[in-house]
Structure formats: structure tokens, C-alpha cells
T-cell receptor, first 113, second 114 residues
Framework: QKEVEQDPGPLSVPEGAIVSLNCTYSNSAFQYFMWYRQYSRKGPELLMYTYSSGNKEDGRFTAQVDKSSKYISLFIRDSQPSDSATYLCAMSSIGGSNYKLTFGKGTLLTVNP | EAGVAQSPRYKIIEKRQSVAFWCNPISGHATLYWYQQILGQGPKLLIQFQNNGVVDDSQLPKDRFSAERLKGVDSTLKIQPAKLEDSAVYLC????????????FGPGTRLTVL
């Protein structure tokens, strides 16, 4: 079983739709849960991260972590064509000052105008 | 603030040739990472440096890959000899020491091995 599982999609939605992206994981030591966005031929950029369980909101983006189910989600409200990208979940345990990220495969999202 | 710089952006080589990638992290970032991202996969950590020292190279294929970080700033990743399965994007990232898990990525070098 992979440490982090993510449905690669692809996912295609109309503009304005609510998008739900998900990852599951098996390593109970993970404490930080991150979502990166990667545009074509670019490096990943951090959207947001959550420590331990709970929700976090930033504009149109909401991240949720359910540690009891080992399940994390990213919701995008009022999706825009500029949101079209690959979304990568990443997770990290804490080892001193070192944060080793384990990434999912990424979900390719297309928002159609 | 300038981001992470990488060069070259693209490289095409034949198998068994050697290749080197260069990374310049964000100024002041003590930690530097090299990742390999195969098409359709998430990035996989190859090696992590803290200043000049190697923190984690457990997933680096040491028979063909090597990396160094000069004076705790720039870094080079080398592959010698290259195999077909090394075709991937090589991403460099950096982070502030003990500042949380956020890593800043460069644009990557896309390697094609023929």
C-alpha cells in the first residue's frame, strides 16, 4: 500500500462549479497536510497547509483533514479557468527541523469556461 | 524576493551519457531538496541538504546519481550514466530552517533520455 493515494483524474468541471479533491494516507506519523498547485511546465506552489486535524479556509479554497479516517480534502468554490492545473497533496511528519514531504500522484483539473 | 533558479530548463541526451543540473535556492534558505517527478507522478525526494551536509539521500540511486552543495548555497545534481528510466523533471526546492514544512520549488529541468 502506498503511503499517499490520490485519484489522478482527470477531472473536468464547468466554470463556477465546486471542486472536491481528495487523498488518503496510511502513515499515522503524518502531522502536516499540504496542497500544492502545479501548472503545466512549472514547479509546484504551495496553496495551503494544515497542522493536524481540522479545517482551514483561504479565499475560495478550503482544506479539511480527518486524521481518524486518514483522509484529506481540498474544496475549490466558484472554480475559474485559471484554476486549471494539477493539484498535489503532500504530507510530512516532524523530525527535528526536517520536514520530509511525501506526495500523491496529483489530480489534473480542467475548468471549462 | 527571487525564487529558486534552475538550469538548464530542458535537456535531451542519449542513454549512457552524463548530465548535470544546477540549482540556486532562495537567499537565506538553509535546506535544499532535489526531487524527481516522472510523468503522471508526484515528486519523489532524491536528496536533502541542510547547509553543506546531507540529511537524507535514502532514495538517491547512488550508483549513478550524485549531488553536492557548494558552500551551502548552490547545488548540482549529476547523472552518470543516464538510463531511459531517468527521463523525468528534476525539481529543486528550498526552505527556511525550522520554519515549518513549506518548500519553494523551482521550475524544474525536463530531462529526456533517448
Amino acid at each position: 500500500q502506498k503511503e499517499v493515494e490520490q485519484d489522478p483524474g482527470p477531472l473536468s468541471v464547468p466554470e463556477g462549479a465546486i471542486v472536491s479533491l481528495n487523498c488518503t494516507y496510511s502513515n499515522s506519523a503524518f502531522q502536516y497536510f499540504m496542497w500544492y498547485r502545479q501548472y503545466s511546465r512549472k514547479g509546484p506552489e504551495l496553496l495551503m497547509y494544515t497542522y493536524s486535524s481540522g479545517n482551514k479556509e483561504d479565499g475560495r479554497f478550503t482544506a479539511q483533514v480527518d486524521k481518524s479516517s486518514k483522509y484529506i480534502s481540498l474544496f475549490i468554490r466558484d472554480s475559474q479557468p485559471s484554476d486549471s492545473a494539477t493539484y498535489l497533496c503532500a504530507m510530512s511528519s516532524i523530525g527535528g527541523s526536517n520536514y520530509k514531504l511525501t506526495f500523491g500522484k496529483g489530480t489534473l483539473l480542467t475548468v471549462n469556461p | 524576493e527571487a525564487g529558486v533558479a534552475q538550469s538548464p530548463r530542458y535537456k535531451i541526451i542519449e542513454k549512457r551519457q552524463s548530465v548535470a543540473f544546477w540549482c540556486n535556492p532562495i537567499s537565506g534558505h538553509a535546506t535544499l531538496y532535489w526531487y524527481q517527478q516522472i510523468l503522471g507522478q508526484g515528486p519523489k525526494l532524491l536528496i536533502q541538504f541542510q547547509n553543506n551536509g546531507v540529511v537524507d539521500d535514502s532514495q538517491l540511486p547512488k550508483d549513478r546519481f550524485s549531488a553536492e552543495r557548494l558552500k551551502g548555497v548552490d547545488s548540482t545534481l549529476k547523472i552518470q550514466p543516464a538510463k531511459l528510466e531517468d527521463s523525468a523533471v528534476y525539481l529543486c526546492a528550498s526552505s527556511l530552517e525550522a520554519a515549518g514544512p513549506e518548500q519553494f520549488f523551482g521550475p524544474g529541468t525536463r530531462l529526456t533520455v533517448l
